[in-house]
């Protein structure tokens, strides 16, 4: 089976742009998380989906938005991109725990 | 608050020398506890966990024990491979609630950077 896929896998933007980022789940997964982990620094969690419905944000601000499909992928957006939002975003399945990630989007912001 | 604290990296080690990496969490409840490991330019694996006091995770020669009464899970392995060099993360599952709905969600430490030398 495949595991997490996320697209695309570098990205390159410039300050004040928007940014969507997409996760495809394992098969049969229905949770959807996303994380951010700055450079040196462990993951921080972002949005969890279940069933298409938001669950739980972390203290991320309003630019940051997400949203899950009827076939469960989902999709980070970014807007008004600041230089401090260049990292590795991280997407993760689940049916429980554990978590399984994705490799990643490493998006630089300049 | 919920946190994960791990032992300052970085860490350099001889190929057969023992592994420990210390982690140390805080947490209202009983969480559910994860090693993870990411190699350069993946995502993060999981490596072990356990989900309760006593447990003991184990995989591909690394072991941690989840220790209750000193709130730690420490990672070890007897003799470590140059194939062991990447970043090994502990981690917390904290159940939250927003708007009357509980959800998980990981909390990690900042990593620790092993280099195993030949």
């Known amino acids: 089976d495949a595991g997490v896929t996320q697209s695309p896998t570098h990205l390159i933007k410039t300050r004040g742009q928007h940014v969507t980022l997409r996760c495809s789940p394992i098969?049969?997964?229905?949770?959807v998380s996303w994380y951010q982990q700055v450079l040196g620094q462990g993951p921080q969690f972002i949005f969890q989906y279940y069933e298409k419905e938001e669950r739980g944000r972390g203290n991320f601000p309003d630019r940051f938005s997400a949203r899950q499909f009827p076939n469960y992928s989902s999709e980070l957006n970014v807007n008004a991109l600041l230089l401090g939002d260049s990292a590795l975003y991280l997407c993760a399945s689940s049916l429980g725990t554990p978590l399984h990630f994705g490799n990643g989007t490493r998006l630089t912001v300049t | 608050g919920n946190s994960v604290t791990q032992m300052e990296g970085p860490v350099t080690l001889s190929e057969e020398a023992f592994l420990t990496i210390n982690c140390t969490y805080t947490a209202t409840g009983y969480p559910s506890l994860f090693w993870y490991v990411q190699y350069p330019g993946e995502g993060l694996q999981l490596l072990l966990k356990a989900t309760k006091a006593d447990d003991k995770g184990s995989n591909k020669g690394f072991e941690a024990t989840y220790r209750k009464e000193t709130t730690s899970f420490h990672l070890e392995k007897g003799s470590v491979q140059v194939s062991d060099s990447a970043v090994y993360f502990c981690?917390?599952?904290?159940?939250?609630?927003?708007?009357?709905?509980?959800?998980?969600?990981?909390?990690f430490g900042q990593g620790t950077i092993l280099t195993v030398h030949p």
């Open positions: 098969s049969g997964h229905k949770s």
């Open positions: 981690a917390q599952n904290v159940f939250a609630n927003a708007g009357g709905t509980s959800y998980g969600k990981l909390t």
